[in-house]
């Protein structure tokens, strides 16, 4: 090793003592808004895409890159996952994280999504509700008549 490397290790140290710093602070960044999150209790699952290219080896092969809410580790959490699909299916799950949990890289390219999360999600809540409100309406239509026609049956 008769070469001197343009870096020292010390420089590589504060270098790493950066990087951690601004990580950390992200990290705390989302652990305050999936506690918000999971404070309003949508129970609902939205993943809105980071990257997706097509694999140049399997025509038809897609893989992507996804940000989302969802249950990991049996705990709703703002998540991460690699995903894959073809011309003729639904994505498949390759990998997925909570999002503090997930490879540095992927945080930061994720982390530009977080609006179009949440708006999604937002949307994702109302039409929910929406579904609800009429099920609901529904059933107790039916409830309702049924009821009426037990009572008279019980006379």
Not at 40 to 45: P, Y
Not at 51 to 74: L, M, R, S, T
Not at 140 to 153: D, S
Request: aromatic residues 8%; proline residues 3%.
């Amino acid at each position: 090793m008769a070469e001197e490397s343009p870096f020292s290790f010390h420089e590589l140290s504060a270098a790493a003592a950066y990087l951690n710093r601004a990580s950390d602070e992200l990290r705390e960044t989302i652990e305050a808004l999936d506690a918000g999150i999971a404070a309003l209790k949508i129970g609902l699952v939205m993943w809105v895409v980071v990257e997706q290219y097509a694999n140049p080896d399997v025509e038809g092969h897609y893989e992507a890159e996804q940000i989302g809410y969802a249950k990991v580790n049996g705990r709703w959490c703002i998540a991460l996952r690699r995903v894959v699909a073809d011309d003729f299916g639904p994505w498949e799950v390759r990998e997925i994280w909570a999002f503090n949990d997930a490879p540095r890289d992927l945080r930061l390219r994720a982390v530009e999504k977080l609006p179009n999360l949440i708006e999604e999600l937002a949307k994702k809540a109302v039409e929910t509700a929406e579904a609800v409100n009429k099920k609901l309406q529904e059933t107790k239509a039916f409830t309702e008549t049924l009821m009426k026609k037990t009572t008279r049956g019980a006379k």
